[in-house]
């Protein structure tokens, strides 16, 4: 089967979405599929590459940061994007084509559906469904409502990353929409834990409101164990004020900024770690969670539905109030005041990693672009 894949955004470039894309996309590949993914450059500059075994083009876009995509940027993947995934459609004649979120992305796919009537699954990431984040996509859904809509209802199959995004499409779309978790290559998953490193606590995240990591470093004052750590792994218009915290609180003895990391860094990290800590306002279905429960990760996050596929509260970590810092902080406590207690987190993470496997989340990806394909 050839599929072509389209992604506003493709690793190195975007965040948890771009990283669901490739994932998926290189699975399908090893599978013998022939796999091609339209994304978007950074700057003016046009490019091909292959990665992981799969066809990369990267069409000029204007785009500015790695780590932030603005609304007129999206418009211009759109611009940008529709023409080069028109001739894929038309001169490489691919069976089907996946579109991760709905907006931008969709409206590439629909347009192109419409011209070729290629068909197109839709993959629905939370920012691309009303409701999902408000406060930056409200407005941007009253201007772009009819659109969506025509997005929705040409797609073959639509998919969701989450129970709580797929319940927010449904209710906006009233149509059927598969839950297909996020997943996580396994097969080099490390051995079940057996003890508690340093008390590592560790943040993985864009530094901006959504993400809070503010909010985390407030809660960290009202921490009473001692001799914890925190490495936080990230970047965006928020450190600075997430530096200045530290400072204030007295905090730079235990917490480290990293920025960004590749991804082997990224995984070094996790394998030392102990606590994940997700603040967060809102997730659709947080990749850095999953990545978490590979390595045996308890989590303390945010109540928000998002987290809910991940973290069984009292199990694998706590689910804590939005806006409850000293109930945040308790839960942190609670962790690091008990060995007993962190370690048995730690393995149910691990053992809850098994709802993510890779290898099952391809398949049922292949089932559904399979069936598309054929109608």
Known sequence: MRIL?????????GGGGGRVAKTVAEALGARGHQVRVQTAAL?????????????????????????????????????????????????????????????????????????????????????DVPGGVPEQTDTLFKFAGRIAARVWRDATACTAVSSFVQELAQRAYARKVERILNGIDLSDAPAPPESIRRRHLVFIGRFNPQKRPDFLIEALRSVTTTGWKLTMIGDGPMMPQVRSLIDAHRLGEFITTRGWLEGAEVQAVLRDADILCMPSSSEGMPVAAVEALKHGLAIVASDIPGVRDVVEDGVNGF???VNDARAFARQLDCLLGSDEKLLGMKRASW??????????IATQYEAVLTTAASR
């Open 319 to 321: 689910r804590v109030p």
């Open 43 to 127: 700057g003016w500059r046009s490019q091909r590459e292959t990665i992981g075994g799969v066809e990369v083009f990267r069409t000029a876009s204007g785009r500015r940061a790695p780590d932030t995509c603005r609304v007129h940027e999206m418009a211009a993947y759109c611009a940008t994007s529709f023409p080069a995934a028109l001739r894929h459609a038309q001169q490489w004649n691919p069976d089907v084509i996946h579109a991760h979120f709905a907006m931008p992305t969709g409206m590439v796919a629909c347009g192109v559906h419409r011209l070729t009537r290629v068909p197109y699954v839709l993959t629905a990431h939370l920012g």
């Open 5 to 13: 894949v389209l992604c506003y955004e493709y690793p190195p470039i």
């Open 351 to 360: 053992t809850k990693a098994r709802d993510f496997d890779l290898a099952t």
